[in-house]
């Protein structure tokens, strides 16, 4: 990359971040917004119940996040030679495209439909968008740089998501569609203007790409993240129900409960990014015991509104911890596919958004109420700190196995993996 002015880097990295800010917008306002979409779409299970009625809405959550599952490692594959600026527009154009569809969609199968494509470049554009940012902060700045796309959408959950929610409530949840449609129109022009071309990562190719995927390493972490994370969307997808119908306050306090939700995914994703570039072990280890401290500690406090938003801040930090230590975990799986490990980061991530939307649902639906999903999260999230130590202990074991001994001269390329403090 040619050297670059400051402000243009700095002009650069905020454009990427924007990106991250709309996709936070398209991801978790639909959290906010689920009784109304289940009202307007939904009404003949809402007047019977509405309960089935926010459970069904919930699929909005959970095939966005199918969404995801489906396009990041497609994407990948099939974009290994694109240069990763001209990828990042194509992505932020399927977006507008796919959010611009969820605001007219006619009923609820069609906005299924539509959240569906919204969410196939999710996982690609944080891939690529973070590997952008690394390469713009400099060398060993791999989770950095995914912290500082990550950055965006904490700050839709500050700012973006609790006044695009009651946008939603006080005029219709179309029009919250159709304001962030506008944000990713106004992310694409600004990447095209400032952020500067990069090539695809040297020697790419789809068969390099998709041969990260017989790496079992790959498939642990991308199981570490898809269990252990799915505890927070669990409580994140139905946290408007919560605020209203254990905590008994109205719907407008439902934006400022999104507030510090965000707060707390500020402060857990600065932290993260920081913690995870110089002791990654520690950071996931720490990150998901943190998580099940948080979701125990919500389901027995949020009857109050006290409890209610401090809850919710910690279930924002703690889930956001983890994120970049993840993210950066799979790029050094697949060392030589970078934007597939990315990607399969994305995809794992929101796996555990549908798996936690979905079993949040069936939980509701089946009439254990509204905080039985935290402590269903935190056991989720147990077996996701079981799978961490079980994957660092065959990380161990493999670095032993391949250990030099005083017979045989080993040199650093014939060793597959990273030692075991690296990881």
């Given at each position: 990359?040619?050297?670059?002015?400051?402000?243009?880097?700095?002009?650069?990295?905020?454009?990427?971040?924007?990106?991250?800010?709309?996709?936070?917008?398209?991801?978790?306002v639909?959290?906010?917004?689920?009784?109304?979409?289940?009202?307007?779409?939904?009404?003949?299970?809402?007047?019977?119940?509405?309960?089935?009625?926010?459970?069904?809405?919930?699929?909005?959550?959970?095939?966005?996040?199918l969404?995801?599952?489906?396009g990041?490692?497609?994407?990948?594959?099939?974009s290994?030679?694109?240069?990763r600026?001209?990828?990042?527009?194509?992505?932020?154009?399927?977006?507008?495209?796919?959010?611009?569809?969820?605001?007219?969609?006619?009923?609820?199968?069609?906005?299924?439909?539509?959240?569906f494509?919204?969410?196939?470049?999710?996982?690609?554009?944080?891939?690529?968008?973070?590997?952008?940012?690394?390469?713009?902060?400099?060398?060993?700045?791999?989770?950095?740089?995914?912290?500082?796309?990550?950055?965006?959408?904490?700050?839709?959950?500050?700012?973006?998501?609790?006044?695009?929610?009651?946008?939603?409530?006080?005029?219709?949840?179309?029009?919250?569609?159709?304001?962030?449609?506008?944000?990713?129109?106004?992310?694409?022009?600004?990447?095209?203007?400032?952020?500067?071309?990069?090539?695809?990562?040297?020697?790419?190719?789809?068969r390099?790409?998709?041969?990260?995927?017989?790496?079992p390493?790959?498939?642990?972490?991308?199981?570490?993240a898809?269990?252990?994370?799915?505890?927070?969307?669990?409580?994140?997808?139905?946290?408007?129900?919560?605020?209203?119908?254990?905590?008994?306050?109205?719907?407008?306090?439902?934006?400022?409960?999104?507030?510090?939700?965000?707060?707390?995914?500020?402060?857990?994703?600065?932290?993260?990014?920081?913690?995870?570039?110089?002791?990654?072990?520690?950071?996931?280890?720490?990150?998901?015991?943190?998580?099940?401290?948080a979701?125990?500690?919500?389901?027995?406090?949020?009857?109050?509104?006290?409890?209610?938003?401090?809850?919710?801040?910690?279930?924002?930090?703690t889930?956001?911890?983890?994120?970049?230590?993840m993210?950066?975990?799979?790029?050094?799986?697949?060392?030589r596919?970078?934007?597939?490990?990315?990607?399969?980061?994305?995809?794992?991530?929101?796996?555990?958004?549908?798996?936690?939307?979905?079993?949040?649902?069936?939980?509701?639906?089946?009439?254990?109420g509204?905080?039985?999903?935290?402590?269903?999260g935190?056991?989720?999230?147990?077996?996701?700190?079981?799978?961490?130590?079980?994957?660092?202990?065959?990380?161990?074991r493999?670095?032993?196995?391949h250990?030099?001994?005083n017979?045989?001269?080993?040199?650093?390329?014939?060793?597959?993996?990273?030692?075991?403090?690296?990881?």
């Amino acid at each position: 990359m040619p050297p670059l002015t400051a402000t243009r880097r700095r002009a650069a990295l905020i454009a990427l971040a924007m990106g991250g800010f709309a996709v936070g917008l398209t991801e978790f306002v639909p959290m906010g917004l689920l009784p109304d979409i289940a009202r307007g779409l939904l009404p003949g299970t809402y007047a019977h119940s509405s309960a089935h009625a926010n459970s069904d809405a919930g699929w909005v959550v959970s095939v966005y996040a199918l969404g995801v599952v489906a396009g990041a490692p497609t994407i990948a594959a099939l974009s290994a030679r694109v240069a990763r600026k001209r990828l990042v527009l194509g992505l932020l154009v399927l977006f507008v495209v796919g959010t611009l569809a969820s605001a007219v969609a006619p009923n609820f199968a069609l906005l299924l439909l539509a959240r569906f494509v919204a969410g196939l470049p999710h996982g690609a554009y944080f891939g690529a968008a973070g590997m952008l940012a690394a390469n713009l902060l400099g060398p060993g700045s791999q989770a950095k740089g995914f912290a500082v796309v990550l950055s965006g959408l904490t700050t839709a959950n500050v700012v973006g998501v609790p006044l695009i929610t009651g946008l939603g409530q006080s005029t219709g949840w179309r029009s919250a569609y159709l304001a962030i449609a506008a944000v990713f129109l106004l992310t694409l022009l600004a990447v095209r203007a400032v952020v500067p071309e990069a090539p695809a990562h040297p020697g790419g190719s789809p068969r390099s790409e998709l041969a990260a995927l017989r790496a079992p390493r790959v498939w642990l972490a991308a199981a570490v993240a898809a269990i252990g994370f799915s505890g927070f969307f669990a409580v994140d997808s139905y946290i408007a129900p919560i605020t209203t119908q254990v905590t008994g306050l109205s719907s407008a306090a439902v934006p400022w409960v999104l507030v510090a939700v965000g707060l707390g995914m500020t402060v857990g994703n600065a932290a993260g990014g920081w913690c995870a570039d110089r002791q990654l072990r520690r950071s996931l280890m720490a990150g998901f015991l943190g998580i099940i401290a948080a979701l125990v500690v919500f389901a027995l406090i949020a009857h109050t509104t006290a409890g209610l938003f401090a809850g919710a801040f910690l279930v924002g930090a703690t889930g956001l911890f983890v994120g970049p230590a993840m993210q950066a975990r799979l790029i050094a799986a697949a060392p030589r596919a970078q934007l597939m490990g990315a990607a399969v980061n994305q995809s794992a991530m929101n796996t555990a958004n549908s798996l936690g939307a979905a079993i949040g649902g069936l939980a509701i639906a089946g009439g254990l109420g509204y905080l039985a999903p935290s402590w269903l999260g935190a056991g989720l999230a147990a077996v996701g700190c079981v799978l961490t130590a079980a994957a660092f202990a065959a990380d161990d074991r493999t670095a032993r196995n391949h250990r030099p001994t005083n017979n045989t001269a080993t040199t650093p390329a014939e060793i597959p993996v990273p030692s075991a403090d690296s990881l």
